[in-house]
């Protein structure tokens, strides 16, 4: 009974030797949290008239370049759109230059397609720039954006900012038969 004892313990203490380097040596390789993507976003004491849009970026790290989708869907517009206004937080330095702006009809993507610019929609594109920092992309289609089936898209080839962060864009459109522009929504971009 002492044998077996002995020869238990002795197996136990090689096991333990063994063993706890390894936990000790594995844990740091499987610590990366850098790479967590989160899937779920909380806001506190949310406003009721805050509208979240959908969006996609091709790229999220600094000053890489990129292309990034503010996306209009069917469920986003109630009517046919004259013009669009696209407020820039004063935080994302970027330069912005007409050419690298452009309104599409746009297949947005999934697990099986990329998100893709279908059509360009011709438009008349003024970027305000104003010493107070406040900058905004106004949008004039040629025809108006119609409140069809279909997603449009504000596509926006930039450089990534300097600095990481959240950014908040808004957008503002005149509806067909109104006056002035009215809120449509609200996107976060992250830049890591």
């Not at 905004?136 to 990534?160: C, E, T």
């Not at 957008?171 to 996107?187: A, E, F, I, P, T």
Request: aromatic fraction near 12%; charge should be positive.
């Amino acid at each position: 009974m002492l044998k077996k004892t002995k020869k238990f313990a002795l197996n136990f203490k090689i096991l333990r030797f063994l063993l706890i380097p390894t936990i000790l040596v594995s844990v740091p390789l499987l610590n990366n949290f850098q790479d967590a993507k989160a899937g779920l976003e909380f806001q506190w004491d949310q406003d009721p008239a805050y509208r979240r849009l959908k969006w996609f970026q091709k790229e999220n790290k600094r000053r890489l370049r990129n292309t990034i989708y503010f996306f209009f869907r069917p469920s986003d517009r109630t009517a046919d759109l004259l013009k669009i206004n696209l407020s820039i937080p004063e935080t994302f330095k970027v330069t912005l230059k007409k050419e690298k702006v452009s309104l599409c009809k746009v297949r947005i993507g999934g697990f099986q397609s990329r998100t893709k610019c279908l059509e360009e929609i011709p438009a008349d594109i003024e970027i305000n720039t104003d010493d107070s920092s406040l900058r905004s992309i106004v949008i004039y289609p040629y025809k108006p954006v119609p409140s069809n089936k279909d997603s449009y898209a504000i596509a926006l080839n930039v450089f990534n900012p300097k600095r990481s962060g959240l950014y908040q864009f808004h957008s503002y459109g005149q509806s067909k038969g109104k006056s002035v522009s009215s809120y449509l929504g609200s996107w976060t971009i992250v830049i890591d």
